[in-house]
């Protein structure tokens, strides 16, 4: 049996495929022809321009027909008189190219801005400076731009301002203006952060926010707000500064003079410190010693085990009698049990009674006010948990 080969319908479709890539290439092929066509228009257009730079630097006579000759050894005039001769030579150098990285896009701007303002006479006429432009472009930056410049490059309105604006559009912070207001009203110096340090962001901001046009008062007043607590209290006692840089001035002085002092401060225990001969005037009394920390609760009356028995029986709280919950959700503390109530049957609940005073002459010495407050304070948290055990018992 003769082998066959492919299906008609495998045929056919292979066909269309062939056809398909065969159109597709042709459409890459027009595309890089079409960019090539452009880039090398680019290219003509600045080759222009050099040869219009070197037309300018041929030295030019510099008297017109009909005038006088001048004497054989004229006079040298100043560099800073207009003669109206016109600057052949550039001043600053041509800036990198952008590559259309936006967090490099603002130092390249401010370059090329600066190069055009300076360097404008020698570079030419405005479509002249619009194609000096673009040609500091490349990679992502230069085809972002490309069909901008292949549209607008010989259009009257063609200039160095028209293209910078396009590419203000295209990789520019359209928010930066709002976000430096926003970070001028939060930004604060930390504790920790030397006002030299500091200052550098609080300009940043503040120019970001276009606040360098604004009112000394005003630029000092959100300086203030931003300071440290240390430093704007030590500004306080500044004399009174004429403009704003007067004002920085001053804080830069005395902050360092601040710092410095810090730096060289004592750091041993202060003069006010006392000894423990002195603990009567430092140590907590009793009462302080006792009481809860916040003072916000409250501690429970001590009450006879009859009024424990009627409110168990009642269902209430056993430790402030409330209806509402149980002593496991008592908010009030547990109460303390009355000096001699252990041994007193007649001892009155709510009452504290004196403790025996030590009548032999051969006994330890007097505990000074801190030991006693410690013992005190012990035995009453050994009545707490008593008092706890023994209501749960109930319970």
């Not at 990198?96 to 006429?125: A, C, H, M, Q, T």
């Not at 504790?191 to 503040?206: I, Y």
């Not at 000074?368 to 050994?382: I, L, P, Q, S």
Request: proline residues 8%; charged residues 25%.
């Amino acid at each position: 049996m003769a082998h066959q080969g492919p299906p008609d319908w495998m045929q056919a479709f292979m066909a269309q495929q062939q056809q398909q890539m065969a159109a597709q290439q042709q459409q890459m092929q027009a595309l890089r022809e079409q960019q090539q066509a452009q880039v090398q228009g680019l290219q003509n257009a600045l080759a222009q321009t050099n040869e219009a730079v070197l037309a300018l630097q041929r030295p030019a006579p510099t008297q017109t027909e009909g005038t006088p000759e001048s004497p054989p050894a004229p006079t040298p005039v100043p560099e800073s008189t207009d003669t109206g001769i016109r600057r052949t030579k550039p001043i600053l150098p041509n800036p990198p190219k952008f590559d259309g990285s936006r967090n490099e896009y603002e130092g390249w701007r401010s370059l090329i801005k600066d190069k055009i303002e300076v360097d404008g006479e020698v570079i030419g006429s405005n479509r002249n400076q619009f194609i000096y432009v673009a040609s500091r472009l490349d990679g992502k930056g230069l085809q972002s731009a490309l069909t901008f410049i292949s549209v607008n490059r010989d259009t009257p309105g063609a200039s160095a301002s028209k293209i910078l604006k396009y590419l203000d559009d295209v990789f520019g912070d359209r928010h930066k203006t709002q976000r430096a207001v926003e970070s001028l009203r939060t930004m604060k110096q930390s504790s920790k952060e030397a006002f030299s340090a500091f200052l550098p962001r609080f300009e940043k901001a503040l120019a970001d926010a276009g606040g360098m046009a604004w009112p000394d008062e005003v630029k000092r007043s959100h300086l203030d707000g931003a300071l440290a607590f240390e430093l704007r209290r030590l500004a306080i006692m500044m004399p009174i500064a004429a403009t704003y840089g007067d004002y920085v001035s001053e804080l830069l002085r005395v902050s360092d003079l601040y710092r410095a002092t810090m730096k060289h401060a004592p750091k041993g225990p202060s003069a006010g410190h006392r000894g423990d001969d002195d603990s009567m005037d430092w140590e907590p009394t009793r009462a302080a010693a006792a009481a809860p920390k916040g003072g916000q609760k409250k501690r429970a009356r001590w009450v006879s085990q009859e009024e424990i028995d009627k409110r168990r029986q009642a269902g209430s709280c056993l430790r402030c009698s409330s209806p509402d919950h149980y002593v496991a959700d008592c908010e009030l503390l547990p109460p303390r049990r009355p000096t001699g109530s252990r041994t007193d049957p007649n001892h009155s609940p709510g009452t504290r009674q004196a403790r025996p005073t030590r009548s032999n002459p051969g006994a330890a010495p007097k505990k000074t006010t801190a030991a006693k407050a410690k013992v005190e304070e012990a035995e009453e948290e050994k009545e707490d948990e008593e008092y706890d055990s023994s209501v749960e018992e109930l319970n």
